[in-house]
T-cell receptor, first 111, second 116 residues
Framework: KQEVTQIPAALSVPEGENLVLNCSFT??????LQWFRQDPGKGLTSLLL?????REQTSGRLNASLDKSSGRSTLYIAASQPGDSATYLC??????????FGTGTRLKVLA | DTGVSQDPRHKITKRGQNVTFRCDPI?????LYWYRQTLGQGPEFLTY????????KSRLLSDRFSAERPKGSFSTLEIQRTEQGDSAMYLC??????????????FGPGTRLTVL
């Protein structure tokens, strides 16, 4: 059974810091891995999708990497801003196209 | 905007009442998914449809829950005899359903249910 874990559960950093969010999964037989952002009480906004054949994806200040053999993905946020404050979720996408989500990392960027 | 829409956005009900939520997927998407997210947790898969056929249901979907997608377009999720433990955000997503490794799901804004 696929299980997804995210560390840390919460993170508070001063504005401008570079930070890394971690996601680990137990079954390396995934199709894709996707990172989402969720603002309080809102739905999910897709940030980056990494296909199993890829090792990383970049969008602006965000970079996500995927290492299937070790069951890990990281989301790197450069030069963090208060507007980055949100919960970040990763989801492992299995062969049934079912998304298995982690419990998220709650990020707070202090001005 | 042609994204996934959900209605209502918020629902407050008393224990024992029935509630129904609606999801309208992106128009050309064949697959539709329902997830439940409780406070502090990630979304959990409930069920999914390929066109009008319900192909998979999670064990989380008790007998009080029923989902339909009668014409392969919008979907409804009904909860009968609601319990306080049903309080959660119910998320809907849709995807093209073409298979392969690029069947990305697009999520709606969710319906937040509070059972008093």
């Amino acid at each position: 059974k696929q299980e997804v874990t995210q560390i840390p559960a919460a993170l508070s950093v001063p504005e401008g810091e570079n930070l890394v969010l971690n996601c680990s999964f137990t079954d390396s037989a995934i199709y894709n891995l996707q990172w989402f952002r969720q603002d309080p009480g809102k739905g999910l906004t897709s940030l980056l999708l990494i296909q199993s054949s890829q090792r990383e994806q970049t969008s602006g200040r965000l970079n996500a990497s995927l290492d299937k053999s070790s069951g890990r993905s990281t989301l790197y946020i450069a030069a963090s801003q208060p507007g980055d404050s949100a919960t970040y979720l990763c989801a492992a996408i299995t062969g049934t196209y079912k998304y298995i989500f982690g419990t998220g990392t709650r990020l707070k960027v202090l001005a | 905007d042609t994204g996934v829409s959900q209605d209502p956005r918020h629902k407050i009900t008393k224990r024992g009442q029935n509630v129904t939520f609606r999801c309208d997927p992106i128009s050309e998407h064949n697959r539709l998914y329902w997830y439940r997210q409780t406070l502090g947790q990630g979304p959990e898969f409930l069920t999914y449809f390929q066109n009008e056929a319900q192909l998979e249901k999670s064990r989380l979907l008790s007998d009080r829950f029923s989902a339909e997608r009668p014409k392969g377009s919008f979907s409804t999720l009904e909860i009968q005899r609601t319990e306080q433990g049903d309080s959660a955000m119910y998320l809907c997503a849709s995807s093209l359903g073409g298979g392969g490794i690029t069947d990305t799901q697009y999520f709606g804004p969710g319906t937040r249910l509070t059972v008093l």
